[in-house]
């Protein structure tokens, strides 16, 4: 019974060692109420995909904001380019999301969908396509795309 006890002990002494109280963190990681707080609540997000350049460092990004898109084409259609219709190639994600960022977008999150045998967590090494997900609060909807064209956007006009 002692036993059993003095483990209980140790499992809530552990327990209470290991518990973060918000007063504890350094106030640079502690989120700001404000940033979050949007007053329009509209609200919108994007996912901006790689496709590395075969015998290039560069990278060609596509961009998903929920636009209409045909499956074959989906791509390249939503690739991001510039005034002239050229595929933007950038030299990294962090040089794209540095483009997106001039349009009012900012980082939410990023993950990797592994390629490779099965899709299993340890197949990262052998390659995956990187997603990053971005929001932006916007007035109205039209101002998702502001700043930026897709190619499928460049040919509507």
């Given at each position: 019974?002692?036993?059993?006890?003095?483990?209980?002990?140790?499992?809530?002494?552990?327990?209470?060692?290991?518990?973060?109280?918000?007063?504890?963190?350094?106030?640079?990681?502690?989120?700001?109420?404000?940033?979050?707080?949007?007053?329009?609540?509209?609200?919108?997000?994007?996912?901006?995909?790689?496709?590395?350049?075969?015998?290039?460092?560069?990278?060609?990004?596509?961009?998903?904001?929920?636009?209409?898109?045909?499956?074959?084409?989906?791509?390249?259609?939503?690739?991001?380019?510039?005034?002239?219709?050229?595929?933007?190639?950038?030299?990294?994600?962090?040089?794209?999301?540095?483009?997106?960022?001039?349009?009012?977008?900012?980082?939410?999150?990023?993950?990797?969908?592994?390629?490779?045998?099965?899709g299993k967590s340890s197949?990262?090494?052998?390659?995956?396509?990187?997603?990053?997900?971005?929001?932006?609060?916007v007035d109205?909807?039209?101002?998702?795309?502001?700043?930026?064209?897709?190619?499928?956007?460049?040919?509507?006009?």
């Amino acid at each position: 019974m002692k036993k059993i006890a003095l483990l209980l002990l140790l499992i809530m002494t552990l327990g209470a060692a290991n518990a973060q109280n918000a007063n504890d963190v350094p106030p640079a990681q502690v989120m700001d109420a404000d940033e979050y707080y949007n007053p329009n609540g509209k609200r919108v997000y994007a996912l901006l995909s790689e496709s590395p350049q075969l015998f290039s460092s560069k990278v060609k990004v596509s961009i998903d904001f929920g636009q209409s898109t045909s499956w074959l084409g989906s791509m390249s259609e939503s690739r991001l380019v510039d005034k002239n219709g050229k595929e933007i190639k950038f030299n990294s994600m962090i040089d794209a999301m540095n483009y997106m960022s001039q349009f009012g977008w900012r980082f939410a999150q990023a993950y990797v969908v592994p390629s490779g045998s099965g899709g299993k967590s340890s197949d990262i090494s052998v390659g995956g396509t990187v997603y990053w997900v971005l929001c932006k609060d916007v007035d109205d909807y039209s101002q998702i795309s502001e700043g930026f064209t897709t190619k499928a956007q460049q040919r509507a006009r």
